[in-house]
């Protein structure tokens, strides 16, 4: 007689063995259900940074020192490295809001929210009760976000965006609305990133390097809304723990932020168009799942990017695509 993972393996072995002569689709549908046979087998409940029932003054003094000290050097890095370079004015506004589809600004609202989901975990760890540990993670998650937009207020080709800025609350927003209704994250946002083909053709604008062209080019950024489905159901349900269900909203074809230009440095650029894509994908919280110690740090920063998985794609142009593995 076989264990229950004894099963599960055997089963997702007569699933995979006549594979190999299955279409793509095909391929990665039944991949991705034999993976979750196997995820089905791993009991629920992750055991890193779980929540002390006791105020533990050693662990949060190693946090706040840790985190003043990012702070620190995140401000002091980004002046000296970045902001010194262009010159300066009076403190100003920007109205950016019509630029990159606002991509950019979903990205904000991920960020912050991300922030603030660690900060309350590494509160509760620290046996912060859970109200001051919510408004706490929230504010300082805003705290930190707004260092960039005070800087970008006082030079002279940016400004203080407010889209940005209520961007960054919305996100924060999201965290602590969930952690107050329902004491846990039903609904994550999640970001997933690739290189897109544009950032060759304005290099300046969306990146030279690898590293500069995931951050700086908003066409190969997305971001999701990721469902825990089992967070909505009974709580004697069976339904797997770690499956989720995600909407994803990016944007493609931008050589340039409101509009893209025909030519750069007197070289003709080609004509791209424009459009927003929707995404309906499934999703994985894998930190959900009890795994080895070794592996449970990377599970938890990996709640917040988005599992490759089946999906949709529908764009603004009224195209519709299946996506064998959309990230």
Not at 36 to 63: E, H, I, N, W
Not at 153 to 172: E, I, K, P, V
Not at 238 to 251: C, D, I, V
Request: charged share 20%; proline share 6%.
């Amino acid at each position: 007689m076989r264990s229950p993972k004894g099963m599960a393996i055997y089963r997702c072995w007569r699933i995979l063995q006549p594979m190999a002569h299955r279409s793509v689709v095909r391929r990665t549908l039944w991949l991705t259900l034999a993976g979750c046979l196997l995820l089905q087998q791993l009991p629920a409940q992750p055991g890193f940074l779980p929540p002390s029932d006791t105020y533990r003054p050693d662990r949060l003094r190693k946090v706040v020192l840790a985190e003043t000290a990012l702070f620190t050097v995140t401000s002091v890095g980004l002046y000296f490295l970045w902001y010194k370079k262009f010159p300066k004015s009076r403190f100003h506004l920007l109205n950016d809001n019509r630029e990159w589809f606002q991509v950019d600004k979903i990205g904000h609202a991920t960020t912050a929210y991300t922030l603030a989901t660690m900060q309350h975990d590494l509160l509760r760890w620290s046996g912060v009760r859970p109200g001051p540990a919510i408004l706490t993670s929230a504010l300082s998650s805003v705290a930190y976000m707004s260092i960039i937009e005070v800087m970008d207020g006082f030079s002279r080709d940016w400004g203080f965006s407010t889209g940005d800025m209520l961007a960054n609350l919305g996100g924060a927003a999201l965290f602590a609305a969930q952690q107050y209704g329902w004491g846990e994250q039903r609904i994550g946002l999640k970001v997933s990133a690739r290189f897109s083909p544009y950032a060759a053709y304005n290099p300046a604008l969306l990146g030279k390097h690898w590293s500069s062209r995931l951050m700086k080019d908003y066409n190969g950024q997305t971001y999701w809304l990721s469902f825990n489905l089992r967070s909505f159901l009974p709580a004697d349900s069976r339904f797997p723990a770690w499956a989720n269900l995600a909407l994803g909203y990016g944007a493609d074809g931008m050589t340039g932020a409101s509009a893209n230009p025909t030519q750069l440095k007197g070289r003709e650029l080609p004509s791209f168009t424009r459009s927003r894509q929707f995404y309906l994908a499934a999703d994985a919280d894998l930190y959900r799942i009890a795994m080895p110690r070794a592996v449970e740090t990377p599970l938890y920063l990996l709640q917040f990017v988005k599992i490759p998985a089946p999906g949709i794609e529908i764009n603004s142009k009224r195209k519709v695509t299946f996506r064998p593995l959309q990230f």
